[in-house]
């Protein structure tokens, strides 16, 4: 196994090995303890996004006889707060995602439009091709649910390896015996996709610098995370020289690792040590490897790793906390730690901020006390509370939990007034105003978050509402959803873009064609990017906080626009109708309408079509039209005569 150059091998068992491992477990521990006053936090911000409310014992008891076919009640947590976290995730992604391309850039020093687009259109095929959608949705989900989302990226230059049977002619000392083939088994490594690659960190398993607060992480000396990988991952990437000490790994595979926070209990991780009956060749078990990464700005003389005396970014990966198996330079032009978060909470100087959710947890209690409250009154007032002389009525028919039920009396109670034997208690509903209280705990949760009803999708109450009204009282309720998109654009989505466009600069070494990105995709043509066309310095164009227009109200506004033309001229003279009615159809939702446009002939094709006679030329001349001028005529002379010799002329 030949490591990659830029690759130093830290052998097991050695002096160095054992002091750099205790210094990365150091870190981890340093970060652990202050991270973790966040954890049970964390883990409450699940259940409550999973409208999970702990049981009482009488729950319990509820849940056996409900199972057992005896309908009971229950208690329930109202999700509000999760109902108010999903409108406001639709509305971020709805300002994040509903532009095209979704990053766009602008260059810094006098870079053409040629070269932007280029940019652009590199990176959304990286978007399309690696699906960096699914993990952006989730890193705007964790800022709301945990207050702090975490995204990290690399460069992918992925392959594959596969097997196919082909058939190859038969060779007898090198010449090929024409009619004979046979059939062979080779190996083929197939080239895949080359670029940027994103995935989230639960805010658990991320373990940053806590000597800055999470919003500076950027200036910490280190930063980090743990998951897992599996046997088959470690083995790939110790071909590709990344990984040493694999005879290590093999001997401590029973060992643990770092121990990860599980969060709630209701929430269900994958559990790589799951095993199976997997034996190999050496008869070695082979399972799942608890891998801690962590970047750190070390002085590589001082960790001996190095001559220079000047601190740069180191990456070590370890296996089970035990064994050291990758360890190299970061390399990135960027040079800054390969993370980005997100927090929902403006606030400067805390380690950490809160979620949406934990802002509105103990409005939250509130509305679930009010409502659960009412209905245990309502089950209190529907059962009957009766006052019983037993020794005047049958109790076997009082109990009978059947409806239509007869209640007897005993003999000796014959003839007396039966009103007196059984009396029901008068119960008077004494929270019959608590729905009522828990609009007012609603509407207080929606102050707080700026997550109102017209956010949510329902219309304010109080009779007819004009358009205008509806538009500007939305406008109204979204001015706190747009500076938290504000904030997440300066915080995570510029410095991400600018990373990702650092990695492509760096790594991008091919000349391909791609589609221009945007509402231009349709009417121009691919271009081809080269490694030379994307250099230069760009800045990721902020987004400014609001909703994208609706694209059916642009599409009715430019049909008004289109329809002035016919009454000026001199306007259709003046813009390109065509690419606005392209527009039109875009925005209406029509995405082949360029399919459909004329292409002009070339003139080579019409010299074509003359010479062979599919086409006769106008003439200039010919008789009056009225006007003074004069019509055209076709010249039918020169149309080739049927059965006509070429070169010879007409037959008479």
Not at 392 to 415: F, H, N, S, W
């Given at each position: 196994?030949?490591?990659?150059?830029?690759?130093?091998?830290?052998?097991?068992?050695?002096?160095?090995?054992?002091?750099?491992?205790?210094?990365?477990?150091?870190?981890?521990?340093?970060?652990?303890?202050?991270?973790?006053?966040?954890?049970?936090?964390?883990?409450?911000?699940?259940?409550?996004?999973?409208?999970?409310?702990?049981?009482?014992?009488?729950?319990?008891?509820?849940?056996?006889?409900?199972?057992?076919?005896?309908?009971?009640?229950?208690?329930?947590?109202?999700?509000?707060?999760?109902?108010?976290?999903?409108?406001?995730?639709?509305?971020?992604?709805?300002?994040?995602?509903?532009?095209?391309?979704?990053?766009?850039?602008?260059?810094?020093?006098?870079?053409?439009?040629?070269?932007?687009?280029?940019?652009?259109?590199?990176?959304?095929?990286?978007?399309?091709?690696?699906?960096?959608?699914?993990?952006?949705?989730?890193?705007?989900?964790?800022?709301?649910?945990?207050?702090?989302?975490?995204?990290?990226?690399?460069?992918?230059?992925?392959?594959?390896?596969?097997?196919?049977?082909?058939?190859?002619?038969?060779?007898?000392?090198?010449?090929?015996?024409?009619?004979?083939?046979?059939k062979v088994r080779e190996t083929v490594r197939v080239n895949g996709y080359s670029g940027n690659r994103l995935?989230?960190?639960?805010?658990?398993?991320?373990?940053?610098?806590?000597?800055?607060?999470?919003?500076?992480?950027?200036?910490?000396?280190?930063?980090?995370?743990?998951?897992?990988?599996?046997?088959?991952?470690?083995?790939?990437?110790?071909?590709?020289?990344?990984?040493?000490?694999?005879?290590?790994?093999?001997?401590?595979?029973?060992?643990?690792?770092?121990?990860?926070?599980?969060?709630?209990?209701?929430?269900?991780?994958?559990?790589?040590?799951?095993?199976?009956?997997?034996?190999?060749?050496?008869?070695?078990?082979?399972?799942?490897?608890?891998?801690?990464?962590?970047?750190?700005?070390?002085?590589?003389?001082?960790?001996?790793?190095?001559?220079?005396?000047?601190?740069?970014?180191?990456?070590?990966?370890?296996?089970?906390?035990?064994?050291?198996?990758?360890?190299?330079?970061?390399?990135?032009?960027?040079?800054?730690?390969?993370?980005?978060?997100?927090?929902?909470?403006?606030?400067?100087?805390?380690?950490?901020?809160?979620?949406?959710?934990?802002?509105?947890?103990?409005?939250?209690?509130?509305?679930?006390?009010?409502?659960?409250?009412?209905?245990?009154?309502?089950?209190?007032?529907?059962?009957?509370?009766?006052?019983?002389?037993?020794?005047?009525?049958?109790?076997?028919?009082?109990?009978?939990?059947?409806?239509?039920?007869?209640?007897?009396?005993?003999?000796?109670?014959?003839?007396?007034?039966?009103?007196?034997?059984?009396?029901?208690?008068?119960?008077?509903?004494?929270?019959?105003?608590?729905?009522?209280?828990?609009?007012?705990?609603?509407?207080?949760?929606?102050?707080?978050?700026?997550?109102?009803?017209?956010?949510?999708?329902?219309?304010?109450?109080?009779?007819?509402?004009?358009?205008?009204?509806?538009?500007?009282?939305?406008?109204?309720?979204?001015?706190?959803?747009?500076?938290?998109?504000?904030?997440?654009?300066?915080?995570?989505?510029?410095?991400?873009?600018?990373?990702?466009?650092?990695?492509?600069?760096?790594?991008?070494?091919?000349?391909?064609?791609?589609?221009?990105?945007?509402?231009?995709?349709?009417?121009?043509?691919?271009?081809?990017?080269?490694?030379?066309?994307?250099?230069?310095?760009?800045?990721?164009?902020?987004?400014?906080?609001?909703?994208?227009?609706?694209?059916?109200?642009?599409?009715?506004?430019?049909?008004?626009?289109?329809?002035?033309?016919?009454?000026?001229?001199?306007?259709?003279?003046?813009?390109?109708?065509?690419?606005?009615?392209?527009?039109?159809?875009?925005?209406?939702?029509?995405?082949?309408?360029?399919?459909?446009?004329?292409?002009?002939?070339?003139?080579?094709?019409?010299?074509?079509?003359?010479?062979?006679?599919?086409?006769?030329?106008?003439?200039?001349?010919?008789?009056?039209?009225?006007?003074?001028?004069?019509?055209?005529?076709?010249?039918?002379?020169?149309?080739?005569?049927?059965?006509?010799?070429?070169?010879?002329?007409?037959?008479?």
């Open positions: 196994m030949k490591l990659r150059p830029e690759v130093v091998e830290i052998p097991f068992n050695t002096e160095r090995h054992r002091q750099i491992l205790d210094a990365i477990q150091q870190r981890f521990d340093m970060s652990k303890r202050k991270m973790g006053d966040r954890y049970s936090k964390w883990a409450e911000m699940e259940d409550r996004a999973q409208a999970y409310i702990k049981p009482t014992e009488n729950d319990t008891r509820r849940e056996v006889e409900r199972k057992n076919g005896k309908p009971q009640y229950t208690t329930l947590e109202i999700p509000y707060s999760y109902a108010m976290l999903l409108s406001a995730h639709t509305y971020w992604s709805s300002v994040f995602f509903g532009r095209t391309p979704h990053f766009q850039y602008q260059g810094r020093h006098g870079e053409t439009a040629e070269q932007e687009r280029s940019v652009e259109a590199l990176i959304e095929y990286q978007q399309t091709v690696a699906g960096w959608l699914v993990p952006l949705y989730t890193w705007l989900m964790d800022m709301g649910k945990y207050g702090l989302g975490v995204i990290g990226h690399y460069w992918a230059d992925e392959f594959a390896i596969t097997s196919e049977v082909r058939e190859v002619p038969v060779e007898y000392f090198g010449i090929a015996i024409p009619g004979k083939t046979r995935y989230n960190v639960r805010p658990q398993d991320f373990f940053p610098d806590p000597r800055v607060s999470i919003a500076r992480f950027q200036e910490g000396e280190f930063c980090g995370r743990i998951t897992s990988v599996g046997w088959n991952e470690v083995i790939r990437r110790g071909a590709d020289g990344v990984y040493f000490n694999l005879d290590a790994v093999r001997s401590n595979m029973g060992k643990w690792g770092m121990e990860r926070e599980q969060g709630s209990s209701r929430l269900v991780l994958p559990d790589h040590m799951e095993t199976f009956a997997r034996e190999s060749s050496d008869g070695k078990y082979r399972d799942g490897f608890d891998l801690s990464e962590m970047t750190i700005e070390i002085v590589p003389s001082e960790w001996g790793l190095g001559a220079s005396s000047y601190p740069e970014k180191w990456c070590f990966s370890v296996l089970n906390d035990t064994v050291i198996v990758g360890c190299q330079p970061q390399g990135l032009y960027h040079d800054k730690f390969a993370f980005d978060v997100l927090e929902y909470e403006v606030e400067g100087y805390a380690l950490s901020k809160r979620s949406m959710l934990e802002v509105l947890d103990p409005l939250s209690n509130a509305l679930n006390w009010l409502f659960n409250s009412h209905m245990f009154n309502v089950r209190k007032v529907m059962n009957d509370q009766l006052v019983v002389d037993p020794s005047r009525v049958v109790m076997k028919d009082l109990t009978d939990p059947q409806a239509g039920r007869y209640i007897r009396l005993k003999p000796e109670a014959y003839g007396s007034d039966a009103r007196l034997a059984v009396s029901q208690l008068q119960v008077a509903d004494v929270t019959q105003n608590h729905l009522r209280d828990a609009q007012v705990v609603i509407e207080m949760m929606q102050r707080v978050t700026g997550v109102v009803d017209n956010v949510m999708g329902m219309v304010n109450s109080g009779g007819r509402k004009t358009a205008t009204e509806v538009r500007t009282s939305s406008s109204f309720g979204v001015n706190r959803l747009k500076t938290t998109c504000e904030y997440a654009s300066a915080m995570g989505f510029a410095p991400l873009s600018l990373k990702l466009l650092a990695n492509t600069q760096q790594k991008y070494d091919k000349e391909q064609i791609f589609r221009i990105a945007g509402d231009q995709q349709m009417r121009a043509a691919p271009i081809v990017v080269t490694p030379d066309l994307i250099k230069g310095s760009y800045a990721f164009i902020p987004v400014d906080g609001t909703m994208p227009v609706d694209r059916f109200a642009q599409a009715s506004l430019w049909k008004e626009l289109f329809l002035a033309f016919k009454q000026f001229p001199e306007l259709a003279m003046a813009y390109d109708v065509p690419g606005i009615m392209g527009l039109i159809a875009n925005l209406s939702g029509v995405k082949n309408f360029d399919k459909y446009r004329l292409k002009a002939t070339p003139d080579d094709a019409i010299a074509n079509a003359v010479k062979a006679g599919n086409l006769i030329p106008m003439t200039k001349g010919g008789p009056s039209d009225g006007t003074g001028g004069s019509k055209g005529t076709r010249d039918f002379s020169q149309l080739p005569q049927a059965g006509a010799v070429s070169g010879v002329g007409r037959a008479g």
